[in-house]
């Protein structure tokens, strides 16, 4: 089969490797029908993942049909079309029994870092009845692939964890897939203001038409001052950083207001520092998180009902 394999920091290639085989009784084999590229993936041939290694397959996004099963796996039939999480999880350890299943003790993000991943013509799903969601009929297969990561991740690390709630003025730094899932599923809570921040017009005017009510260029503005001045020097309520970088987590630093919100989504390769002397008293909630993709159902039911329109 082809695949796309990482070499190390800034080198892949697609590539002829072997098709996966059945490994475990809870394993299933997906033939994939769309696949997609995360941000991670970029962190990884960057160098920031050093858990990848030479010669993995990468990607963990994607939906497809189930060609193999084990015979523990009882949930999915052969040729049922799913929806793969990023997110491999036993549904048993102690971790998944707290719904934080990036954490589970056997499986967690290992897809497209510790084992074979998704930006293949096929790939192994661990724990396929707890690790796949069956495709709901009438979804465009590009749209359901942005419910393997990129909705859940926007969600539970930006939206859930910034609480964000009715009335609340909001800023999203880094407007890219992220970014935008974070928009979208952020103005479920009703924020008054969504304000996004990138170096890139042309994204910016994306967030616009996705509902942001406001933008910043931080290439050709002062994002800090221009954010100060657009809350009347009091700040956001929620500060989202969504891109990974020591200078988009230090803008959050700087524009959330007191008892606000700083909620990190973005995989940070470098150290950030951390402004102390500044927040010790200014009553802020700093989160940060890998996606659990617990919400992945109620997603999944706000997608088919049409609350929100990945695609």
């Not at 009553?283 to 998180?289: D, K, S, V």
């Amino acid at each position: 089969m082809k695949a796309l394999v990482y070499h190390g920091p800034g080198r892949f290639s697609w590539e002829e490797k072997a098709k996966p085989k059945i490994s475990a009784p809870t394993d299933a084999i997906v033939k994939i029908s769309r696949t997609t590229i995360c941000g991670t993936d970029l962190h990884i041939l960057k160098g920031d993942v050093p858990t990848v290694t030479d010669g993995r397959t990468l990607g963990h996004e994607g939906v497809g049909v189930v060609v193999e099963k084990g015979e523990a796996v009882t949930n999915f039939g052969i040729g049922d079309k799913v929806l793969i999480s990023c997110i491999s999880s036993c549904g048993r350890c102690d971790y998944c029994r707290r719904q934080m299943y990036s954490h589970c003790r056997s499986g967690g993000w290992i897809l497209g870092n510790k084992i074979d991943g998704t930006q293949a013509e096929y790939v192994r799903i661990p724990f396929a009845d707890t690790s796949l969601y069956r495709a709901p009929q009438g979804v465009d297969e590009e749209a359901l692939a942005m419910l393997s990561d990129i909705f859940p991740t926007g969600f539970e690390c930006g939206v859930l964890n910034g609480a964000i709630k009715p009335g609340d003025s909001v800023a999203i730094v880094g407007a890219g897939p992220i970014g935008l899932a974070t928009l979208i599923t952020a103005r479920l809570y009703s924020p008054a203001q969504i304000t996004m921040v990138d170096v890139d017009d042309q994204r910016l005017a994306v967030a616009m038409e996705f509902g942001a009510t406001g933008k910043v260029n931080s290439r050709t503005c002062d994002a800090v001052q221009t954010i100060m001045r657009l809350t009347d020097g009091i700040g956001v309520d929620v500060a989202i950083e969504a891109v990974g970088i020591p200078d988009t987590f230090d803008i959050c630093q700087q524009i959330v207001a007191p008892g606000g919100h700083v909620a990190n989504i973005g995989v940070h390769g470098k150290p950030a520092p951390l402004r102390l002397e500044r927040l010790w008293d200014r009553n802020i909630t700093l989160t940060t998180r890998l996606v659990d993709t617990a919400t992945t159902p109620m997603l999944l039911r706000a997608v088919t009902c049409g609350a929100i329109q990945p695609g």
